[in-house]
Each structure stands twice: as C-alpha cells, then as structure tokens.
C-alpha cells in the first residue's frame, strides 16, 4: 500500500492530487486546475473550497477507518501536502521579496526623476516618475505576467527650502504554491520611495538690471515681490537660515556703485589734467595744481573753490621765461572772511623747467576787499578757461570734471561711490585689483543719470536673508543698460579677494557659487562704446567675454530674459540651455525664480 501526492498537465492547467492507493484505486481526494482556482478566487469561493477539502478528507477518512492496511499511507499523504505547503509557501515568500526589492529599485529612480523636474507640474512630475518606473521594472523583458501594479501614487510638500516627494506602489504578486490552499489571490506588496530637495551650502549672487525700462509692465514690481517669495523660503518655519546659504546683490545700469571711501586700494580715483582754454599751458598746469591745493583747509571745500579767482603775469628775461600765478578764494567765518591765497612760478630756461610754490597763505579779514584786488601787474583770467579732464578716458566717461570728480583729492569725500568698467581685458574678468596695476583697480566715477540716488549699492554676501530681501525691495529703476559690469561684479562679491571677501574660494568643494541674472533689455552703453554710435555688437562681446570667465571659475549661471533683451547672448550666458529663461510677461518671473532655486536644490534618497 503506498499514499503519494501527484501533480499532472489537464486540460485546464496543471492538477493538483492526493491519493490513497488502495488495490490499484486512486480515489481524488482533493483536486482542481489553476483555472478553477483563479474562477473560484474572484467568486470568493476560497474559504468554501478549502472547507469542502476538509469534508472529503473526513469522509475519506471514515471509509478507510476499517482498513488498517491503509492508514500508514494516509498519515504520508497528508504529511506530504503539509510538507509540500511549507515548502511551498517559503519559496512563494523569497519570490515576493525578489519582486519587492526590484520594485523598490523601480520606484527609487522614478522619485528622483520627479524630484530632476523642478521647472515641471506635480501632474508632469508623477507622468514621468510612472514611466522611468514602467521602463525600470521591466527592463529587458516584455511583461512581468505575476507581478500586477495595482496603483502608483506621486505627493510633494514643500516646508521652508526643502521640498519632499513621494512615490508610492501597491502591487500583487502571483503565488506559485501557496494558491494550492486557498491564498492564490496573489501577495500585496506596497514599496514607499521617498527623495527630498534641499538647498545646500552655496553662495549666491542676485544680478539685476535696475535700468529705466524695469519700470514698464510691473517689471520692478514683480521683481521685488518675486525674489522676497523665494527668499522667504530659504528660511525655516522658525525663519531661519539653515543650510549656512549667503546671498549678495548686484543692482546695475552702466554703472554700479560701492560704499564710498577716499582711501580704497583697489579704487581709481582717477587723475587730472590741465584743460584750458586760450591760455599758455604753463600757465594751465599750475593753475590747476593751485586750485586743486587751495581750499584744503577751509570747513567747505567745494564752496570755496566756487570763489576761486585766478591771476597770471609773464616776466621775460633773456633766454629765461617765468610764468606767475595766483589763485585767491574765500569762505565766511563768523563775521568775518578767511582769504586763501596760492602762489605757483614755473620758470623755463633753455629747455629746462622748474617750479617754485607756496603752499598756500590764509589771512582773517572783515572785509572781501583784498580778495577783491588785483595783484599788481597780473592778469585775470576768466574761471571759464579754466576746467579739469579725467586722464586715459573714453566714451560717456569723457567729460569734463567737476565736483564730486574724485580725482580731485579734496572732492573724494563727496563721491558717492559710482565705479565704470575697468580697463580692458579686466573689465570681464573675475581678476582682483593688484596693488602697483593700476588698470586692474575700478575707476571711480561720477555717478550718471540719476544715479547718485537711484542706483543702490552692492551689497555682499551675508546670510542675513531678511535684509537682501529689504536691499532689493529698495531699487529703483534708472539709466542705461551695461549687462557686463554687472556680470563682473558678480564674480567679484563671491569671490574670497577684495573688494568683497565675503566669499569662498572657487571650486570648494563643500559650497556651490550661483549667479541669476536677471534682464530686460539690450546692452546700450559701457565706458567705451554706446549703442547710439552703432556699437552695439562691441558691447555685446564684452558681456560674452565676462559669462565666459563665470562659467571658467565653476559658478553656474542662470538667466532669466524678461520681455526684452538679445536672446541668443543671454541664452549662451547660462551655464545650461534649461537655465535660461525666456519670459513673455513680468508676472512669470515669480515662477521662473522658483523653478531656479528648486534647481539649486540637492536631492537625496530619505526612503
């Protein structure tokens, strides 16, 4: 006698048997095709099933109480179910892990898909998470017939600067053994991938064109509110910046402008040179060096050169000539007037010229009567002929000087802090001044327009958020465009060297550099050429040149083009193509810097 399990090929899929052999008999105790299991499984029938195999074990059972010759067959015929199920059941369970972990996998790379989207809709995002899952799970196979993905699921939140996505999966995995005792509806497995976007340590350098055209179209406007929005988020819920981000601004038009001082090493306060009219240039030298000596001493300097009077006399003597000259000023001192006075003698004798001055003499009077007399035996001459030329320069910055010109040292303390492009090649170059290279330094000018209080300061790096979100909200828009100097100065303020030192070295490796500029228009002007005299395609390449040399230091640049502006320059100043953005309208850029700064962001697996 002998009690053996059998599993055989029906019409209806493979069958499942346990016999008691008895004189040749193999009574089917309990049998049904994979068909009739799937059938009976969706009609609920599993529990019935399994309960209807108990009652003809029962009965079996009974039938064959009387035949002790059968016993020992039966005990091995149900053992061996038991055994089988267990077996079975183990390999079913490593089987769904398998698929659990190669779903997990799956679901890993379609999380960081959504999370590579910053730029995208939460319904764009989950369309390409679900098919970097698909083309994942299914690698080089066709179908994957026992596993079914019953759901995927994308959510996002943001929560400061760190915004969370999750990925989420319900599948069911087919069993091979275990639907042999009614579990063949198929093992749910839920796999849950999660990847957060946070801003890392970096250094972040805001260019903005604050020129008269941001004034059109809530331009400055939606400007303002858009860099304080995505500002705010930099912050944690208790308004804090965490991740140790610093963030500068460089507001420019064709200038930009520093915090004055009338000592700065990397300053070009600019020279002087004699510029007169119908005057003897022996004459025109000392004249300025006495006017630019004269008032030192007064309580204002720039009014009382105001009054300045100027006095020559020629005196012949063979082959000797010497030129005189005497300047006179004055201020109101209580009831009373100090009278300045500056005597210069430049003596030419054979080729050769020397120079003999007074320093200067100040004299209390309580009346402007010796101011108002004529040396004896000189010559006035009219203030008119008399004025100061900036040296070595060009373009819009070819004008005659006057206060606050900080060439002069005694108006150094009225400039108000506007710079021009340095000389070229360091006009578009990251290079720091060097001490003894004078075209390295930054030319302090005048300021243009209204650029004395319009054009605001640069302000350097700080990871005080709430005040470059006050910074910003103070610009005003005024002037000309020059897109270069304002890209050079954004290499300046993060870079670790004066005059801002505020920043890392490039390339560090623990802290990012970004650079967002931010236009709206086309170059017009720079300290050599203007769009007015055809030269716009000049400027154009100095912008180029200046992207370039941010792009050569590691510092990822992007731009964002508001309305106005040479697309193809502006495009090709971007670190990237998808990091240039070509905005048709000023309401977009709320978005546009949103999607820049979630770009900044680091993502890593948190699940």
Request: proline share 3%; hydrophobic share 35%; net charge negative.
């Given at each position: 006698m002998v009690s053996k399990a059998l599993i055989y090929q029906g019409n209806a899929g493979p069958v499942f048997a346990v016999c008691a052999l008895n004189d040749g008999n193999c009574p089917i105790i309990f049998a049904e095709s994979k068909a009739d299991r799937r059938n009976k499984r969706h009609n609920g029938m599993g529990k019935k099933q399994?309960?209807?195999?108990?009652?003809?074990?029962?009965e079996g059972y009974g039938a064959l109480k009387a035949e002790q010759r059968g016993n020992a067959a039966l005990i091995f015929g149900l053992s061996a179910m038991v055994v089988c199920a267990a077996a079975g059941g183990g390999i079913d369970f490593?089987?769904?892990?398998?698929?659990?972990?190669?779903?997990?996998?799956?679901a890993d790379a379609a999380v960081l898909r959504a999370t590579a989207m910053p730029r995208a809709s939460q319904t764009e995002q989950e369309a390409a998470a679900n098919h970097v899952f698909h083309t994942t799970f299914l690698g080089e196979q066709k179908s994957r017939a026992h596993v079914e993905i019953t759901k995927t699921e994308l959510t996002k939140t943001t929560t400061g600067?760190?915004?969370?996505?999750?990925?989420?999966?319900?599948?069911?995995?087919?069993?091979?053994?275990?639907?042999?005792?009614?579990?063949?509806?198929?093992?749910?497995?839920?796999?849950?991938?999660?990847?957060?976007?946070?801003?890392?340590?970096?250094?972040?350098?805001?260019?903005?064109?604050?020129?008269?055209?941001?004034?059109?179209?809530?331009?400055?406007?939606?400007?303002?509110?858009?860099?304080?929005?995505?500002?705010?988020?930099?912050?944690?819920?208790?308004?804090?910046?965490?991740?140790?981000?610093?963030?500068?601004?460089?507001?420019?038009?064709?200038?930009?402008?520093?915090?004055?001082?009338?000592?700065?090493?990397?300053?070009?306060?600019?020279?002087?040179?004699?510029?007169?009219?119908?005057?003897?240039?022996?004459?025109?030298?000392?004249?300025?060096?006495?006017?630019?000596?004269?008032?030192?001493?007064?309580?204002?300097v720039s009014s009382c050169k105001s009054t300045a009077r100027f006095f020559t006399r020629e005196v012949k003597n063979g082959s000797r000539i010497d030129y005189y000259v005497i300047v006179k000023a004055n201020e109101k001192s209580g009831k009373n007037y100090k009278i300045y006075t500056y005597n210069r003698t430049e003596r030419v004798q054979n080729g050769t010229r020397t120079v003999t001055e007074d320093a200067g003499s100040v004299v209390t009077k309580s009346s402007l009567n010796d101011y108002n007399s004529n040396p004896s035996n000189f010559n006035q001459i009219s203030s008119s002929n008399v004025a100061v030329k900036a040296d070595n320069s060009t373009g819009y910055d070819a004008t005659l000087a006057k206060a606050p010109f900080p060439a002069l040292s005694a108006n150094r303390s009225?400039?108000?802090?506007?710079?021009?492009?340095?000389?070229?090649?360091?006009?578009?170059?990251?290079?720091?001044?060097?001490?003894?290279?004078?075209?390295?330094?930054?030319?302090?000018?005048?300021?243009?327009?209204?650029?004395?209080?319009?054009?605001?300061?640069?302000?350097?790096?700080?990871?005080?958020?709430?005040?470059?979100?006050?910074?910003?909200n103070s610009l005003q828009s005024d002037g000309y465009t020059n897109i270069s100097i304002g890209v050079q100065w954004g290499m300046e303020v993060l870079s670790r060297n004066m005059p801002y030192s505020e920043g890392?070295?490039?390339?560090?490796?623990?802290?990012?550099?970004?650079m967002i500029l931010v236009t709206d228009g086309e170059n017009t002007e720079n300290r050599w050429e203007s769009r007015s005299g055809g030269s716009t395609s000049k400027i154009d390449a100095r912008t180029k040149l200046a992207c370039e040399a941010a792009r050569a230091q590691g510092i990822t640049v992007f731009v964002v083009r508001v309305m106005e502006g040479n697309t193809k320059l502006l495009r090709e100043c971007a670190s990237r193509p998808e990091y240039f953005y070509d905005l048709k309208s000023a309401d977009q850029l709320g978005q546009a810097l949103l999607d820049v700064f979630n770009t900044m962001k680091k993502t890593r697996l948190t699940q």
């Open positions: 399994f309960s209807g195999f108990l009652t003809r074990l029962n490593a089987r769904v892990q398998t698929e659990r972990s190669h779903i997990q996998d799956a600067n760190r915004t969370d996505i999750t990925y989420t999966t319900h599948a069911l995995v087919t069993p091979l053994f275990l639907g042999l005792i009614g579990m063949g509806e198929g093992l749910p497995v839920t796999v849950v991938s999660k990847a957060q976007a946070q801003l890392r340590k970096s250094e972040i350098v805001l260019v903005l064109d604050t020129t008269g055209s941001m004034a059109n179209n809530n331009r400055m406007t939606n400007l303002k509110s858009s860099i304080g929005t995505v500002l705010a988020g930099m912050l944690s819920e208790k308004g804090t910046n965490t991740s140790g981000t610093k963030v500068a601004v460089v507001p420019f038009s064709t200038q930009v402008k520093i915090a004055p001082a009338t000592d700065l090493s990397y300053i070009d306060y600019g020279q002087v040179s004699a510029s007169c009219t119908n005057l003897n240039d022996n004459y025109c030298e000392s004249m300025h060096r006495a006017l630019s000596e004269i008032c030192d001493d007064a309580s204002n009225a400039w108000t802090g506007c710079v021009s492009d340095r000389e070229q090649p360091y006009d578009v170059s990251e290079a720091s001044p060097t001490v003894g290279v004078a075209a390295t330094r930054y030319p302090a000018r005048a300021c243009k327009d209204a650029g004395d209080t319009k054009l605001k300061p640069i302000m350097g790096l700080t990871e005080d958020i709430k005040s470059v979100s006050d910074h910003v890392v070295n490039f390339r560090d490796e623990e802290t990012l550099k970004y």
